[in-house]
């Protein structure tokens, strides 16, 4: 847009109705480290219904369960065993549908999440598999193939895993003697499913219909853009592969999946929705997933794993809202989940950047900045045209957990890395309530609990709720008020998106009579026009300090300062290009 508001369709800015995806916020819960209701250590569905009020207070419209299902646990629940089956560590059906029937009236809704590309090696039809004979119906559910070379000792592709190594296991025939080896780009233990296998597709569906007929609200779809593969089994070439090229990522055959997916939850009153984890830097091909009849939304990891730098998440939100707005779709945005470094330590590193492959022990950071930032980041957020999601414990500010004993960790990626990569339990660490040390920081509902299941490290106390609740200069001091005021501000939902003239190390835009700044500089910067809502640190004389965002109330009918020229038309253009382009 070049200098004028536009006007949004349908948003508005109360989070009821079935278009409330559009703009709601999402809170993401990890079952095994939210609350622990009987114990043992271990969080689960009663402790997490326990806590609804807080959720409820904190002003979230739905929660994101990370997988509750059956599991060994290999990879943190996505090695599922049994996708109807609560794993008993958690609770029972009964509690699942407890949670939600407590959570729907407060206006809370749930979302899960389905995890289509691989399963548990424990589930019936791997176990099946592995019974059968090569090029049985039971195999055909799976990628099982003859290895290469004499004897057929080396693997069928070359593909590499994003958890590192190797993608294919051999089997041991009945016999004894090597056998075939079977596709898991994950750990072996999460064999992927073959979806050009009709019965595939069909138990997908039905699992679906299992979850949305007790009342989900939709599904996280979990490596959402991998479940595609060619059957040809090619090895990945050296150097840049065609988009669509791929032999196992973003192929174009996936669309129909998730259409046929949509069409499931569009057959439930109210619609059900599809949130799609799609880690694609294509902003063409990823915009692809939320036609209208696919996804209805997906997460913006560009933006979470970009720098704290003013023109990095310039850019980074330019291209979204062009990519989103091509397509008709909500963007949303995302500062962290169960995956990736907590904001408060990423954002107080050098390189404040995200990539699971420079994860190393020992990086430095700066708290007190990170934390300042992560308050900016989530002024921010709440500003932009979209959803927002938030993960278990960054209301709090909790920081990464750098210092687990390696005996604790229980991550495959840093097993798959040779100990090199931490992995992802530092941002799992259980969280705390209250700060009575020996009681697991309240973590656990009773006195005289068993440990947490990740050792939580003595300072965990000073980011307890119970201490945060009474201190309204706190992180989940901040995070309330943020909320609460974005569902006041109808404009924050409804109105379109205008970026404003602010000097070199500042972002401003506007949003109806809303006008949000963020100072990265290195010194002050003065407010513009406007009544001031709220800052994410101190004003002093309209002055705000390095790393602190602002919101201000400007009068909707004037310009308040004349806008960038950013041809957003221009941009949707030009990806619009790229994606037919992809096509051809
Ligand atoms: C997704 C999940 C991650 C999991 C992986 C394999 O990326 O977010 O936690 O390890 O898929 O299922």
Known sequence: MTGSMTQGSEMTAQTTGPQWWRHGVVYQIYPRSFMDGDGDGIGDLAGATARLPYLHDLGVDAVWFTPWYLSPQADGGYDVADYRRIDPRFGALADAEKFITQANELGIRTIIDIVPNHVSDQHRWFQAALAAAPGSPERARFWFAD?????????????????????????????????????????????????????????????????????????????????????????????????????????????????????????????????????????????????????????????????????????????????????????????????????????????????????????????????????????????LPGSVYIYQGEELGLPEDEELPREAIEDPMHFRSGGVDPGRDGCRVPLPWTEQSATNFGFSGTDDPDPAWLPQPEWWGQYAVERESADPGSMLSFYREVLALRRTHSDLGRSGFAWSQAGSTCLAFRRGAISCVVNFGPGPVALPEGDLVLASGPVEGRMIGPDVAAWLRVDPAEQAHPTDQIDQTELVRQINKQHNHAKE
């Open 147 to 383: 290895g290469k070379g004499p004897g057929g000792d080396q693997m069928p592709t070359n593909w590499l895993s994003s958890f590192r190594g190797h993608t294919w296991t051999r089997t041991t025939d009945p016999d004894g003697r090597p056998g075939q080896w079977y596709l898991h780009l994950f750990t072996r233990e999460q064999p992927d499913l073959n979806w050009t296998n009709p019965e595939v597709r069909a138990e997908h569906e039905s699992i679906l219909r299992f979850w949305f007929d007790r009342g989900v609200a939709g599904v996280r779809v979990d490596s959402a853009a991998l479940i595609i593969k060619d059957p040809a089994l090619p090895d990945l070439p050296e150097g840049s592969v065609a988009p669509g090229r791929h032999p196992f990522l973003d192929r174009d055959g996936i669309h129909d999946v998730y259409r046929s997916w949509r069409a499931v939850a569009q057959s439930y009153d109210p619609p059900r929705i599809l949130v799609g984890e799609v880690w694609l830097e294509d902003p063409a091909r990823f915009a692809a997933y939320l036609a209208p009849d696919e996804m209805n939304t997906a997460f913006n990891f560009d933006f979470m794993a970009r720098a704290w730098d003013c023109d990095q998440l310039r850019a980074s939100i330019t291209e979204t809202l062009a990519a989103h707005a091509s397509i008709g779709a909500p963007p949303t945005w995302v500062l962290s989940n169960h995956d990736v470094t907590r904001p408060v330590t990423r954002y107080g590193r050098d390189d404040s950047s995200f990539a699971f492959e420079k994860k190393r022990f020992g990086t430095p950071t700066d708290i007190e900045l990170g934390t300042r930032r992560a308050r900016a980041a989530l002024l921010l957020c709440a500003a």
